[in-house]
C-alpha cells in the first residue's frame, strides 16, 4: 500500500497554540449564537430556556460582553440528541408547510437541503436541516483536486423535495431530502431540484461518468455504469466510493458482467441494465466505440481477480479513497489486493448527517478536526456509557490530551447545540498549527447486552476479525446478533469470507479465538464466561456475495441511498437477520 508520508504533526500544544484554538473556536460560537439566536429552536425550546434568559442579562463591567455571552453558553446550554429537535424538524414535513412554522427554525432562513441518517439500526429516520454555509471541499489533501481523470461514485437522486408555502399559498421556498454527500455535491454544482433534467445532460470534464450516471436508482445497475465508462477511460488517476464495501460490490459486479460492458466499449451501445431507461437518451452522447480499448481489457482478462488487477485496467492510477477503518477493517486486505503497493489508500472522511467532523489528514484512519463548527469534547470509556456523562464534563478543543478517549459534542452553524455525536474517538496529536488529530474508535451506541455485560461495537469487531485463515479464513464482512438458540445466550457472528473456509481441519477453533479476544477486552465477558452466563460465541458463513444482496435487497426495500447503504455491526432486526440465515452454508 503506497502512503505519502503525512504533515508533520507535534505531540504538545504550546501556550500560544492552546491560546490561538481558543480565540478560533470561540469566534465560531460566538458567530453561531449571534446568527442563530433569532431561531425558533432557540427562541421556544426548553432546554435553551436558561441560555435565552442569560443573554437578557447586561455582562457587567469586568469581562468583555463575548467572554461573557461565551462562559454563558457553557454553563446554561445542556447536552442535547435528536429527541430534542425532532418536534421542529417535523413542521418540514407538513402538509402545507408554511412559512410561518419553518421560516429561521434552526438557523437564519431556509435549509438548503436536509440530510437523513444512513437508517442502519433499525431505529426511526433522522432528518438534519442544512443551511448555506461554506463547507469543507472532499478534496482537501487528495490528488483528486489536480487530477483530469476521475471515477467519483455518487448519486445525485432525491428522496423527496419540500415546498414552503406563504398564508396564500405562495411558494416561497423549495428543497430536497438527501443524504449528506448528495446535498454537497448538489451544492457546489449549484444544483437547484428543478434543474435535474438539465443535469442530467452535463458531464463534468474531470469525472468519468457523466452526471446522468448518477440518477440511476437501481443499485447494481448504479455501480455497473459508473465502472463502464470508468473502464472506457485507461487515464483513470483517482477512484472513490463513500464506503469500500461500495468498491467491493462495484468490482464484483464488474466480473459478472466482464463480457457485456467490454462488448458495450467496442461497439459504443451502451448496456440496457435494469432501471437505467429514463438516462440512457443522456449517457449515449458521452459513450462512443472504442474497440482498442476494449481490445487492451480483454488482454488482461486472464488476470481478473489476481492481486493487482485494477493496475492492469487502469496503469495511471492513483489514489482510492472510502472508509477502510472500523467495522470495514476486515475489507482492507482485499482492497489493497486490488490495487497492488502503488496506489494510495485514504479515507473518504469523519462525515455524519449531523456534521462534518473530521476532515483526513493521513492514511484510513486520521482525521483533523473541522473548524466550521464549534466542537467539544466529553471524556468517554471504551467499556459503557456512563450516566454521569453531562455538559459540566466537557472539555474544550484547547484541553484534550494526546491518547484521550472522548465523544464529539458539536454545537453547529445549522442550529444544533451541544449535540452529542455518539461516536468514540482518540486524540493522536496536533498538527502544527494546534488544530488535533484524531482517530475514530467505534459508535458508543451500537452495542449487545450479554447478561450483566455491555458489549462495545469495537470489542465485537476486533474478536471477529482477529480469526485467521488457518482456522475459518479470512473475515471480510460480517454483522453480529444475541444467539439464543441454546441457553445461556451468547454473541453471534453472520461472516462473509475472502475466499474458501480455512485449511484448519477443525475450523470452529475460530469460536474459542474470538472468545479468547472478548475475554481480553471485556472484563464482564470473562466473567460471564466463567460464571456460565454465555456460552461459546457461534459464527454462521454465507456464501460469496451475500452481503451485496444484503445491500441491493435494503436499497430496493427499504429505500436506503445507495452510497449509505450499510451492513451494521450489531442488527437486531429478525426480519433481516432471517434473510442473512438462509443464506448461509457453514457453521463453525
Not at 427562541?43 to 442579562?57: G, I, M, V
Not at 405562495?170 to 454527500?181: I, R, Y
Not at 452535463?202 to 440518477?215: C, D, I, R, Y
Not at 473518504?348 to 464549534?374: F, H, K, Q, V
Request: with cysteine; charged share 20%.
Amino acid at each position: 500500500m503506497s502512503q505519502i508520508a503525512p504533515p508533520e504533526s507535534i505531540s504538545l500544544l504550546t501556550p500560544e497554540l492552546s491560546l490561538g484554538l481558543k480565540q478560533h473556536y470561540n469566534n465560531v460560537l460566538l458567530e453561531i449564537i449571534q446568527r442563530n439566536r433569532v431561531s425558533r429552536y432557540v427562541s421556544q425550546s426548553l432546554p435553551l430556556r436558561a441560555f435565552r434568559n442569560s443573554l437578557e442579562e447586561p455582562p457587567g463591567i469586568d469581562h468583555s460582553a463575548d467572554e461573557v455571552t461565551a462562559e454563558r453558553f457553557r454553563n446554561t446550554v445542556p447536552l442535547s440528541e435528536y429527541d430534542t429537535y425532532e418536534p421542529f424538524i417535523r413542521k418540514l414535513f407538513e402538509q402545507p408547510c408554511k412559512q410561518a412554522e419553518v421560516e429561521n427554525l434552526l438557523s437564519v432562513g431556509y435549509p438548503s437541503y436536509v440530510t437523513l441518517s444512513s437508517f442502519t439500526t433499525g431505529k426511526s429516520m433522522k432528518y438534519f436541516p442544512k443551511y448555506a454555509f461554506p463547507r469543507p471541499s472532499p478534496q482537501e489533501g487528495s490528488v483528486s483536486a489536480k487530477s483530469m481523470f476521475n471515477c467519483l461514485v455518487m448519486h445525485l437522486g432525491t428522496k423527496r423535495t419540500l415546498v414552503v408555502e406563504d398564508d396564500i399559498g405562495e411558494l416561497v421556498a423549495k428543497f430536497p431530502v438527501c443524504t449528506v454527500t448528495t446535498g454537497l455535491t448538489r451544492t457546489v454544482f449549484n444544483m437547484k431540484v428543478e434543474q435535474d433534467q438539465i443535469v442530467m445532460g452535463m458531464k463534468v470534464p474531470p469525472l468519468t461518468s457523466p452526471l446522468a450516471v448518477s440518477f440511476i436508482d437501481n443499485y447494481r445497475s448504479f455501480l455497473l455504469m459508473h465502472a463502464l465508462f470508468a473502464l472506457g477511460e485507461r487515464r483513470l488517476e483517482t477512484l472513490f466510493t463513500a464506503f469500500s464495501t461500495i468498491l467491493i460490490d462495484l468490482i464484483t459486479f464488474v466480473e459478472e458482467e466482464w463480457d457485456k460492458l467490454l462488448t458495450s466499449i467496442e461497439t459504443g451501445i451502451l448496456p440496457n441494465f435494469q432501471g437505467t431507461e429514463h438516462v440512457l437518451s443522456y449517457l449515449q452522447p458521452y459513450f462512443v466505440a472504442n474497440p482498442e480499448r476494449a481490445a487492451e481489457l480483454r488482454s488482461v482478462e486472464s488476470m481478473k481477480g489476481s492481486p493487482g488487477w485494477l493496475m492492469r485496467i487502469w496503469p495511471n492510477l492513483k489514489e482510492y479513497t472510502g472508509i477502510m477503518s472500523g467495522a470495514y477493517g476486515g475489507l482492507l486486505s482485499k482492497v489493497q489486493s486490488y490495487f497492488g503497493p502503488g496506489v494510495i489508500l485514504r479515507s473518504s472522511g469523519y462525515m455524519l448527517s449531523e456534521c462534518w467532523p473530521g476532515i483526513t489528514y493521513s492514511g484510513t484512519n486520521l482525521y483533523r478536526l473541522a473548524r466550521e463548527d464549534y466542537y467539544e469534547f466529553l471524556p468517554a470509556s471504551q467499556v459503557e456509557i456512563s450516566e454521569k456523562e453531562t455538559a459540566a464534563c466537557l472539555v474544550p478543543v484547547w484541553q484534550v490530551k494526546i491518547g484521550g478517549m472522548y465523544e464529539p459534542v458539536v454545537t453547529t452553524r445549522d442550529g444544533l447545540w451541544r449535540y452529542r455525536l455518539g461516536d468514540l474517538v482518540r486524540i493522536e496529536g496536533f498538527q502544527t498549527d494546534g488544530f488535533p488529530i484524531m482517530s475514530f474508535v467505534e459508535r458508543r451506541h451500537v452495542e449487545i447486552r450479554m447478561a450483566d455485560a455491555t458489549v462495545p461495537a469495537m470489542v465485537i469487531v476486533n474478536a471477529i476479525l482477529s480469526t485467521t485463515e488457518d482456522t475459518v479464513g479470512r473475515v471480510m464482512e460480517f454483522t453480529s446478533y444475541v444467539d439464543s438458540r441454546a441457553k445461556p445466550s451468547t454473541l453471534g457472528y453472520v461472516v462473509e469470507l475472502d475466499g474458501d473456509i480455512g485449511k484448519c481441519p477443525n475450523p470452529s477453533l475460530a469460536r474459542h479465538q474470538v472468545l479468547e479476544v472478548l475475554k481480553s477486552q471485556h472484563e464482564s465477558i470473562r466473567r460471564n464466561i466463567d460464571m456460565d452466563k454465555m456460552s461459546l460465541p457461534t459464527i454462521r458463513i454465507v456464501k460469496h456475495g451475500t452481503f451485496a444482496d444484503y445491500r441491493r435487497w435494503r436499497v430496493e426495500s427499504a429505500g436506503i441511498s445507495l452510497t449509505q447503504v450499510k451492513v451494521p455491526v450489531v442488527l437486531k432486526d429478525e426480519t433481516l437477520l432471517e434473510w442473512l440465515f438462509k443464506r448461509a452454508f457453514y457453521e463453525a
